[in-house]
C-alpha cells in the first residue's frame, strides 16, 4: 500500500489544534508546579551517541536490543535518536562534575523508539521527566514520589494509581533472577513463547509480560523483594512508612519491575484504567548510572505526554474545549479603507493584551460576521466610512446583539475589561 504524502510515518502524529490546546495545558501545569518543588528544565540533544543508550540502559534491555532508531552520522560514527531522555542527562551532568551534586533537573520532548505499531505505542511519543540527584535515601525518593503525585492531581488525574515496589542492589539481581526463575519454571508451559525465551535470558521481563497465561503464572510468584537482603527490605519499608506520613495514596506492588539495568531500590510505575493494555502513564525510579568515569545517582520518573493527554480528556471530558482561547473580538472592516485602519487598531489592542482576530481578504461584512461567529469571539467591532468619520467604533455582543457606539478609549477600557474578566 502506497502512502499517502501528506502522512507523517508510521507511529507519529502531528499535534495541532484543538488537541495540541490540552497538550499546551497539561505542560504548563507542569512547568508551574516544578518551579515550586525548585527543579529546572534542562534541554539536551535527540541525537546522542549510541554507546551512551547502550552502556546506561543496559545491552540486553528491549529498548537497546529492538528499538533504537540508529544510524551513522557523516564521521561514521552510530548515534541514535534518543529513546529516553535520563541518558542524556547523565552525560551532562557528569561532565558539570562536582557541581551536578543536588542538581534538581526535569525534560520535556519527543523520544523515539521504533516500537510494533500498536494502540499506546507510538514510535515518536513524548515524556515530562525529573531527575532529583543526590545519593540514595528513603526520603529523597519520597519527595520524588509526592512530586509525581502533585502532577497527577494538577492535571485532575483523580483515576491514577501509583505501584511502588524495590529493585534491589545489583548485587541482588542475580539472587532475585534466580529465586524468580525456580519459581516459574513449573509454570513453564503455560508461558508464551517470548516468556520461554525470557525465562532464560530476562526472567524479570516475564512479570511485565501482558499476555493474560503469563499475567495469572506472575501473580502466584513470590515478591521480588523476597530474594533480596534484609538492608533492601528495610530500604523499602522506610519508603512505605514515610508515603504514609505524606498520606500520598501509593500502593506496594510486590511483583512491580522496570525494564532498565540502571535501576536500584526504589521503583514505581502509574497506571491509569483508561489506557487499557498500554495503562503505565509514568514510570520512575532511583538509578545509578555511570558514564566516563563518573558515577551519577538520583531518583527520577518519565511520564509519557501522549498517555496524560489521553487520560485527562478520560476523566474530564470538557478538558479541550476549556483549554482552547478563543479570541475575544472580532474586528470588521467596510470597505478597504476601513481594513487598512483596523490593521492598525489590531496592533493596538494586541499590544495592549487584547486577543483579536480580522479578515484581511476583503470578503463581505456578511461573511466576516459569519467568520466571527464561528471564533467563538464574544464580541465585534464594526468600523465602515461612517464611524471613521466620526471618529467611533461599533461594539456589537455577540452574546445578545446588543450595540453601542464608542471612542477609542473606552473601546479599549471595555475590551480590557472583558478580557480580564474571561481570564484571557
Ligand atoms: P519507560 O521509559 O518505558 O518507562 O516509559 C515511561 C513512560 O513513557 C511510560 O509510562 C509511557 O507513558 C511513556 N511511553 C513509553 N514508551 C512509549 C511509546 N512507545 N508510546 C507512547 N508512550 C510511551
Known amino acids: 500500500m502506497t502512502v499517502p504524502s501528506f502522512q507523517p510515518l508510521q507511529g507519529m502524529s502531528d499535534l495541532a489544534s484543538p488537541e495540541v490546546h490540552l497538550w499546551q495545558e497539561v505542560e504548563e501545569a507542569a512547568r508551574r508546579l516544578?518551579?515550586?518543588y525548585q527543579v529546572e528544565e534542562v534541554r539536551t540533544p535527540i541525537l546522542e551517541p549510541t554507546g551512551l543508550f547502550v552502556r546506561s540502559l543496559?545491552?540486553?534491555t528491549d529498548v537497546v536490543q529492538k528499538e533504537m532508531y540508529t544510524f551513522e552520522d557523516r564521521g561514521g560514527r552510530s548515534v541514535s535518536l534518543r529513546p529516553e531522555g535520563t541518558a542524556g542527562v547523565i552525560r551532562y551532568l557528569a561532565g558539570l562534575g562536582p557541581e551536578a551534586a543536588g542538581a534538581r533537573l526535569y525534560y520535556l520532548g519527543p523520544m523515539f523508539r521504533a516500537e510494533r505499531p500498536q494502540a499506546g505505542r507510538r514510535r515518536q511519543f513524548h515524556q515530562l521527566g525529573v531527575e532529583l540527584i543526590g545519593p540514595p535515601g528513603p526520603a529523597q525518593d519520597v519527595e520524588a514520589i509526592a512530586?509525581?503525585?502533585?502532577?497527577?492531581?494538577?492535571?485532575?488525574?483523580?483515576?491514577?494509581?501509583?505501584?511502588?515496589?524495590?529493585?534491589?542492589?545489583?548485587?541482588?539481581?542475580?539472587?532475585?533472577?534466580?529465586?524468580?526463575?525456580?519459581?516459574?519454571?513449573?509454570h513453564e508451559p503455560r508461558l508464551c513463547d517470548d516468556c520461554r525465551r525470557r525465562l532464560k535470558a530476562n526472567v524479570l521481563r516475564v512479570l511485565d509480560c501482558k499476555q493474560e497465561g503469563c499475567r495469572a503464572v506472575a501473580e502466584t510468584l513470590p515478591a521480588v523483594t523476597d530474594f533480596m537482603g534484609?538492608?533492601?527490605?528495610?530500604?523499602l519499608d522506610e519508603v512505605r512508612r514515610l508515603l504514609d506520613l505524606l498520606e500520598l495514596p501509593a500502593v506496594i506492588n510486590p511483583r512491580l519491575v522496570r525494564g532498565l539495568d540502571y535501576y536500584q531500590h526504589t521503583i514505581w510505575e502509574i497506571r491509569h484504567p483508561a489506557l487499557g493494555a498500554q495503562d503505565a502513564l509514568a514510570g520512575g525510579g532511583r538509578y545509578r548510572i555511570e558514564w566516563e568515569g563518573a558515577a551519577i545517582e538520583g531518583v527520577g520518573f518519565a511520564a509519557?505526554?501522549?498517555?496524560?493527554?489521553?487520560?485527562?480528556?478520560?476523566?474530564?471530558?470538557?478538558s479541550a474545549e476549556s483549554a482552547r482561547g478563543k479570541p475575544a473580538t472580532w474586528i470588521v472592516s467596510q470597505g478597504a479603507k476601513a481594513l487598512e485602519q483596523n490593521l492598525v487598531l489590531a496592533q493596538l489592542l494586541r499590544q495592549r493584551?487584547?486577543?483579536?482576530?480580522?479578515?484581511?481578504?476583503?470578503?463581505?461584512?456578511?461573511?466576516?460576521?459569519?467568520?466571527?461567529?464561528?471564533?467563538?469571539?464574544?464580541?465585534?467591532?464594526?468600523?465602515?466610512e461612517l464611524e471613521m468619520e466620526k471618529g467611533l467604533f461599533v461594539l456589537k455582543s455577540m452574546k445578545d446583539g446588543a450595540q453601542e457606539e464608542l471612542e477609542l478609549p473606552a473601546l479599549v477600557e471595555r475590551l480590557l475589561r472583558a478580557s480580564r474578566a474571561e481570564g484571557t
Not at 154 to 182: D, F, H, M, T, Y
Not at 304 to 318: F, N, S, W, Y
Not at 355 to 374: E, H, P
Request: glycine share 12%; proline share 3%; hydrophobic share 45%.
Open 34 to 36: 516544578l518551579a515550586l
Open 58 to 60: 543496559g545491552e540486553g
Open 147 to 186: 512530586l509525581q503525585q502533585h502532577l497527577l492531581n494538577a492535571w485532575g488525574l483523580k483515576a491514577a494509581r501509583i505501584e511502588i515496589n524495590s529493585r534491589g542492589l545489583p548485587a541482588e539481581q542475580a539472587a532475585v533472577s534466580e529465586g524468580l526463575r525456580k519459581a516459574l519454571e513449573p
Open 230 to 235: 534484609a538492608d533492601s527490605r528495610a530500604y
Open 304 to 318: 509519557g505526554l501522549e498517555r496524560i493527554v489521553t487520560a485527562v480528556q478520560h476523566d474530564r471530558p470538557a
Open 353 to 384: 493584551g487584547i486577543a483579536c482576530g480580522l479578515a484581511l481578504d476583503g470578503r463581505s461584512v456578511k461573511a466576516q460576521m459569519r467568520a466571527a461567529n464561528r471564533s467563538g469571539a464574544a464580541f465585534a467591532v464594526i468600523r465602515g
